[in-house]
């Protein structure tokens, strides 16, 4: 499962937890946007991280390009990302 914001993996995680589905063992999740409460789950998600700070410089220098009129890079250079925790071993299920 991959949630695509924090608020959506909180969310995810809480319906995983209601219906008795263990994250790390019945299903893999990867959470979009690094969190501090995220290093309290056991097990551990994985994350990816993005430098938002970075990526807000980097929207102030091509806004100003435009304001100058210039034309800014035709292509944005993608920004680093980090995954903070190694990915979860998930298990194949067996049957009951």
Sequence with gaps: ?????????IGA?????ER?????????FVAYDDIEAF????PALTV???DVNAMGRL????LTQVIAG????????????????PPPRCSPRTAS
């Excluded at 290093?39 to 056991?42: S, V």
């Design 1 to 9: 499962m991959l949630a695509a914001d924090s608020l959506m993996s």
């Design 70 to 85: 210039e034309t800014p890079a035709s292509r944005v250079p993608a920004t680093s990302w980090e995954f903070p925790n």
């Design 13 to 17: 995680i809480a319906v995983c937890n």
């Design 20 to 28: 008795g589905v263990s994250i790390g063992r019945d299903i893999a």
């Design 39 to 42: 290093t309290l789950l056991n």
């Design 48 to 50: 990816i991280a993005h």
């Design 59 to 62: 929207a102030v220098d091509l």
